[in-house]
C-alpha cells in the first residue's frame, strides 16, 4: 500500500449532543488499556493471558470559554456526571470519516495561567469502559 497522509483540520465533538469542536485545539483517544498477564499451565499448550478491562480516555486542549454554556463553564457544572459523548475524525473526508461514541466522567478543569496568556485548558475525561468505533464515511 503506498504511504498516505493527513493534516488534522476539523472534527466533530459533542458532550451531551452541545458541540465544542470550535473550542478544541487539541484531542487525543488515548488507549490506556493493560496486557493480560502471561500464564502458564503445565501442558503443551497450556499459555494464555488474562483478561483485562477497558481503560481509555479523552485527552482536550482547548481555548478556555468560560461564558453561559461555554466548554469551561459546561465542564464546571457537570463535574463527576457520565455523560454521552461522540467525537467525528475527518467528518469532512467519506472515505476517512471515522466516529467514536461512548460515555465517559466529566472533570471539572483546572483553571489559571501566566499572565497575558492565551487562556488554555487541558483536561482528561475518563471514558467509560471501550469507546464504540465506527466507520461513518461511503
Same mark, same amino acid.
Not at 477497558?54 to 461564558?67: I, V
Not at 461522540?86 to 467528518?91: R, V
Given at each position: 500500500?503506498p504511504?498516505h &497522509?493527513?493534516?488534522?483540520k476539523? %472534527?466533530? /465533538?459533542?458532550?451531551?449532543?452541545?458541540? /465544542?469542536?470550535?473550542?478544541?485545539?487539541?484531542?487525543?483517544?488515548?488507549? &490506556?488499556? =493493560?496486557?493480560?498477564?502471561?500464564?502458564?499451565?503445565?501442558?503443551? #499448550?497450556? =499459555? /494464555?493471558?488474562? =483478561?483485562?478491562?477497558?481503560?481509555?480516555?479523552?485527552?482536550?486542549?482547548? /481555548?478556555? #470559554?468560560? *461564558?453561559?454554556?461555554? %466548554?469551561? #463553564?459546561?465542564?464546571?457544572?457537570?463535574?463527576?456526571?457520565?455523560? #454521552?459523548?461522540?467525537?467525528?475524525?475527518?467528518? &469532512? %473526508?467519506?472515505?476517512?470519516?471515522?466516529?467514536?461514541?461512548?460515555?465517559?466522567? @466529566? *472533570?471539572?478543569?483546572?483553571?489559571?495561567?501566566?499572565? *497575558?496568556? $492565551?487562556?488554555? $485548558? =487541558? @483536561? $482528561?475525561?475518563?471514558?467509560?469502559?471501550?469507546?464504540?468505533?465506527? *466507520?461513518?464515511?461511503?
Amino acid at each position: 500500500m503506498p504511504p498516505h &497522509n493527513r493534516r488534522l483540520k476539523q %472534527i466533530e /465533538f459533542a458532550l451531551d449532543s452541545v458541540s /465544542f469542536e470550535c473550542q478544541v485545539q487539541n484531542w487525543t483517544m488515548q488507549n &490506556n488499556s =493493560e496486557d493480560g498477564e502471561k500464564q502458564y499451565t503445565q501442558c503443551p #499448550d497450556g =499459555e /494464555f493471558r488474562e =483478561e483485562t478491562d477497558p481503560d481509555y480516555a479523552l485527552e482536550l486542549t482547548f /481555548f478556555s #470559554d468560560w *461564558r453561559e454554556n461555554g %466548554i469551561s #463553564d459546561w465542564l464546571t457544572q457537570h463535574d463527576g456526571e457520565l455523560v #454521552d459523548f461522540t467525537l467525528d475524525h475527518h467528518p &469532512n %473526508i467519506p472515505a476517512e470519516h471515522v466516529q467514536w461514541t461512548g460515555q465517559l466522567y @466529566v *472533570r471539572a478543569p483546572s483553571v489559571g495561567g501566566e499572565s *497575558r496568556a $492565551t487562556e488554555q $485548558t =487541558e @483536561v $482528561t475525561l475518563q471514558v467509560a469502559g471501550k469507546p464504540v468505533y465506527a *466507520r461513518v464515511g461511503a
